[in-house]
């Protein structure tokens, strides 16, 4: 018969193990059901030059978690949301902005940069479809 402690530690183990990918499932589902990560997207489709540029399917990558290019507060939302399609891959590059906690979030500016450097600007204030 094993060591109770030995038991202990293996369940623990287990659970410690199954435990960080779910976190890590639930925050990347949580932030791509922000508005702000929405509102970005909702752009990109409706933009021909970047489709094209990219090819149809489009695919939405997880975000690296430890990257320095996110950064999310109570007014400021910045991301850099993985992005390919059959023709090229690259980062749409986003910026929003609220005036306050629990206001709706403006976008600031939504840029596709493709994996060769070119930059196609997807929105910009002043543009319709905010």
Do not use: N
Request: proline fraction near 8%; charge should be positive; charged fraction near 20%.
């Amino acid at each position: 018969m094993q060591d109770p402690s030995r038991r202990v530690l293996l369940y623990t183990s287990v659970l410690c193990a199954g435990t960080g990918p779910l976190v890590y499932y639930l925050i990347q589902k949580g932030l791509s059901r922000t508005e702000y990560y929405q509102m970005a997207l909702e752009q990109l489709h409706g933009h021909p030059e970047a489709l094209e540029a990219l090819g149809s399917p489009l695919r939405v990558h997880h975000l690296p978690m430890l990257s320095r290019d996110h950064f999310v507060d109570i007014t400021d939302a910045r991301l850099k949301i993985p992005i390919s399609g059959p023709k090229a891959k690259g980062h749409l590059l986003t910026r929003s902005t609220r005036s306050a906690p629990f206001k709706r979030w403006t976008l600031q500016e939504v840029v596709l940069e493709l994996g060769d450097g070119q930059r196609i600007p997807v929105f910009t204030p002043g543009e319709q479809g905010t």
